[in-house]
């Protein structure tokens, strides 16, 4: 409850930076709707009927209060609400989320345990290359090499499109395979080298040295007073990654044509559609912050002793 004042704050910061760097977007509403050649009395009716032809402060404050009401405009360009829109689009985005970030962690967290309980062999040094590949090579140039070699070579998977998940399972499946895999592969990279980071401090620390003192076996001291502590700041990464799957794939879904929520800020931006533009940007910050709370949550469920505040101490210097 403490926290809550902040992120309506951060919120509503967020939409008036939106808006305000909108506005000096070039080009003109109206003209991009009516075209060209459409005359000055036409364009000023079409201004009028959008109210862009009231001064700024007005056209925020009334966007404002219908964002307050669940309401974030109508699209210029779609001519639909915007949160129909959104809701369109956000399954595809929200999967390919969710799974790339589960992959990641899949891979990363057993790389990254079984390179620091084995320092300076030969796996160990194969993750710290994994982890640097992971942060060199971007995703759409890996996304590239897997529809050359599965779609077009092998032609095991689709190269672009998306399938519903109600109407075919499996097909969504495959069409997101690999989306996921360029996205989620380089996250792996850059989680499984934090994990191993992060078990090695652990395993220096007294009160490991002290449970093996006790007599308990090699896999009881990993699992149960080094891999829980060595999740904390792997947390923080996690949720980080997860708001920047959720707002920043948008050369992804265009690599391979899926008609998500990065798309669609594409769309709105090349279109100067400013309710779309707004109300994607409002709905994705929302998103990023939950996260963020959530993982400031997530801490205290990983180690009961650290406080709210201590938590936040420790995110904000992690971040």
Known sequence: MRRLPSLLLTLLLISLITFVVVQVIPGDPAQLILGTEASPETLADLRTQLGLDRPLPLQYLSWLSGVLRGNLGVSLRHGRPVTTLI????????????????????????????????????????????????????????????????????????????????????????????????????????????????????????????????????????????LRNALIPTVTLLGLQLGFLLGGSIVIEQVFALPGLGRLVLFAINNRDLPLIQGLVLFIAALVVGINFLVDMAYTWLDPRISLSRTQIYTDEHR
């Open 87 to 226: 809701a369109e689009r956000l399954p595809v985005t929200l999967s390919l989320a969710i799974l790339s970030l589960a992959l990641a962690v899949l891979v990363a967290v057993p790389l990254g345990v079984l390179a620091a309980v084995r320092q300076h062999s030969a796996l160990d040094y194969g993750v710290l290359v994994f982890a640097q590949a992971g942060l060199a090579l971007p995703s759409f140039w890996i996304g590239i090499l897997l529809i050359l070699l599965f779609a077009l070579s092998l032609r095991w998977l689709p190269s672009g499109g998306y399938v519903p998940w109600g109407e075919n399972p499996l097909g969504a499946l495959r069409s997101l395979a690999m989306p996921v895999l360029a996205l989620g592969l380089p996250v792996a990279g850059v989680l499984a080298r934090l994990v191993r980071a992060s078990m090695l401090e652990e395993l220096a620390r007294d009160h490991i040295r002290t449970a093996r003192a006790k007599g308990l076996s090699e896999p009881q001291v990993i699992v149960r007073h080094v």
